[in-house]
């Protein structure tokens, strides 16, 4: 069955230390592989994505995202975390067999504290 | 350029009652997206538009919830009657096709609290 894992529900990290979220899928099929960011009270903003090429993908407010296929994982990375990063995470996989269909993971909640 | 447009943001209702939820896509987006999110979880597909046409409802529970996209712009969810376990965040979201991949943007959701 096709799934996405995000293991950790929580994430706690104080401003300026790294940060490391994790995603799994399990699909046959090449994924094209996002992750998404939604503060409280809002919609999910594009962080970033992956469709081909380059493995380690850039995207905005500094985070960065490594796609390995031997792992199955598109880790989400941010070198200095900022208070305003916390919020809620998610992972989103689609692939060309379900046309335009994400699918999402659980996500992962991060709290930054002073 | 302007983003998805939900409205309304929060809709409390009693059980039994109708309810309806707006979305704008973004435009020149033509396929546009229905998304419950439940507390603690990741958005669940409702149904997806082709322009007018709804290619994927699957996941609509037909019984009480129905959808429309007239002239393949704004949609409009409903349901009725709601019933307590539809208390979520309702998403919109639209891309510019759905042959394959592609960013999907969202709107701020619109919470439902049904008491």
């Known amino acids: 069955a096709q799934s996405v894992t995000q293991p950790d529900i929580h994430i706690t990290v104080s401003e300026g230390a790294s940060l490391e979220l994790r995603c799994n899928y399990s699909?046959?099929?090449?994924?094209?592989l996002f992750w998404y960011v939604q503060s409280p009270g809002q919609g999910l903003q594009l962080l970033l994505k992956?469709?081909?090429?380059?493995?380690l993908v850039q995207g905005i407010k500094g985070f960065e995202a490594e796609f390995k296929r031997s792992q199955s994982s598109f880790n989400l990375r941010k070198p200095s975390v900022h208070w305003s990063d916390a919020a809620e995470y998610f992972c989103?996989?689609?692939?060309?067999?379900?046309?335009?269909?994400?699918?999402f993971g659980t996500g992962t909640s991060l709290t930054v504290i002073p | 350029e302007a983003g998805v447009v939900q409205s309304p943001r929060y809709k409390i209702i009693e059980k039994k009652q109708p309810v309806a939820f707006w979305c704008n896509p973004i435009?020149?987006?033509?396929?546009l997206y229905w998304y419950r999110q439940n507390l603690g979880q990741g958005p669940e597909l409702l149904i997806r538009?082709?322009?007018?046409?709804?290619?994927?409802d699957s996941q609509l529970p037909k019984d009480r919830f129905s959808a429309e996209r007239l002239k393949g712009v704004d949609s409009t969810l409903k349901i009725q009657p709601a019933e307590l376990g539809d208390s979520a965040v309702y998403l919109c979201?639209?891309?510019?096709?759905?042959?394959?991949?592609?960013?999907?943007?969202f709107g701020p959701g619109t919470r439902l609290t049904v008491l």
């Open positions: 979201a639209s891309s510019r096709t759905s042959g394959g991949p592609d960013t999907q943007y």
């Open positions: 699909y046959g099929a090449t994924p094209y």
């Open positions: 992956y469709f081909s090429g380059d493995t």
């Open positions: 989103a996989v689609a692939t060309l067999n379900t046309g335009n269909q994400f699918y």
């Open positions: 435009s020149g987006h033509n396929t």
């Open positions: 538009y082709e322009n007018e046409e709804a290619v994927d």
